[in-house]
Each structure stands twice: as C-alpha cells, then as structure tokens.
C-alpha cells in the first residue's frame, strides 16, 4: 500500500517531515499521501516546503502541490515514525 523509497530518511529528514505533518497536516482518505499544510498555506513556508520535496525526491518519492497542499508518498518508515513519535 506504502511507496518504497529509493532510500530510507535519515532520523533529521524524518523530523522535519513529521513535524510539519503534526503542526499543519494529516492523511488523504486513501491513507497513500501525507497531505502537508493541509490549510493549502504551503507556499507560506518556501524553505521547508522546498526542503520536504529535496528530501522526497532524494528518497525516489513523488510529491505533488494541489491548491496549496503539498502531497507526499506516505511509506512505512513514515508511517511507523509518524505513530511512534507525532500522535
């Protein structure tokens, strides 16, 4: 159901990318995507918007922008730091 990265996330990437799904974020419906500044305030935050996307896009994940929202591959390693750690 998760993509597979190229790459695992380093623990640093990992926090950056959770930390802004627990400030401004949740999960799409198909629980596939981690929808971040799901506000559709994302362009608001440039540096750490376009820092996620290096991040996915170094782990061979997809991303898309749609109204504001910045969509990410949801993978296991996400998903199991996101329960551990960001509830």
Known sequence: MYATPTRAMTQTELDL??????????DDPTDRWLLLWDGGD???????????????TACGLQTQMVTGVLHVQKTQQLHDEIGASWI
């Open 17 to 26: 990318v959770c930390r802004v799904w627990a400030d401004a974020g949740s």
């Open 42 to 56: 994302a362009d608001d935050h440039p540096q750490e918007r376009d820092a996620i996307i290096a991040v996915a």
